[in-house]
Antibody
Framework: QVQLVESGGGLVKPGGSLRLSCAAS????????MSWIRQAPGKGLEWVSY????????NYADSVKGRFTISRDNAKKSLYLQMNSLRAEDTAVYYC?????????WGQGTLVTVSS | EIVLTQSPDTLSLSPGERATLSCRAS???????LAWYQQKPGQAPRLLIY???SRATGIPDRFSGSGSGTDFTLTISRLEPEDFAVYYC?????????FGQGTKLEIK
């Protein structure tokens, strides 16, 4: 079945960096746009970034533009999010999701905590 | 950026009752690009409705979506105990996707 599994979360100090990964299975990964979405503790959902199937079209939320970089490796069926200059407000569960005019499915999420 | 405003913030109902959740957009959204999600505590969100009115695979027919332009509605015809959760609408029209703030559906 279609499955997405995130990894790479953890505790990082303000100003630090982290790289998240999302491993896909059960579908032709290279055919689909993919997105990262995050959810701060006790808060709602915030879309972070998307990348086209080929990787040529990318977009970011204003809150992360210039600090985060989305990428993908279609041969490895993997999606990535490089997060630099992390701030306390970036603390959240980060989800990856397959996109076709909706997000379905979502991974289980990986927690990123930015704290000194 | 398209702002989605959901109402009410919290809806208190009993099992068996009908739930009506609203999502209003700050500018017109094509129905093709409006989705609804359900999220339970500790879980990832789950797609319920896409294209404003099409149920996702495996979603019971007590869930229905409607609307167009700037006003969209998610209706749950008869609440089951497992339906009490937070619901989010989301748009894909602009290149900056946005979610509504969520409606918490709680047991009365």
């Amino acid at each position: 079945q279609v499955q997405l599994v995130e990894s790479g979360g953890g505790l990082v100090k303000p100003g630090g960096s982290l790289r998240l990964s999302c491993a896909a299975s059960g579908f032709t990964f290279s055919d689909y746009y993919m997105s990262w979405i995050r959810q701060a503790p006790g808060k709602g959902l915030e879309w972070v970034s998307y990348i086209s199937s080929s990787g040529t079209t990318i977009n970011y939320a204003d809150s992360v533009k210039g600090r985060f970089t989305i990428s993908r490796d279609n041969a490895k069926k993997s999606l990535y999010l490089q997060m630099n200059s992390l701030r306390a407000e970036d603390t959240a569960v980060y989800y990856c999701a397959k996109e076709v005019n909706s997000f379905d499915p979502w991974g289980q999420g990986t927690l990123v905590t930015v704290s000194s | 950026e398209i702002v989605l405003t959901q109402s009410p913030d919290t809806l208190s109902l009993s099992p068996g009752e009908r739930a009506t959740l609203s999502c209003r957009a700050s500018q017109s959204v094509s129905s093709t690009y409006l989705a609804w999600y359900q999220q339970k505590p500790g879980q990832a969100p789950r797609l319920l409705i896409y294209g404003a009115s099409s149920r996702a695979t495996g979603i019971p027919d007590r869930f229905s979506g409607s609307g167009s332009g700037t006003d969209f509605t998610l209706t749950i015809s008869r609440l089951e105990p497992e339906d009490f959760a937070v619901y989010y609408c989301q748009q894909f029209v602009s290149s900056r996707y946005t979610f509504g703030q969520g409606t918490k559906l709680e047991i009365k």
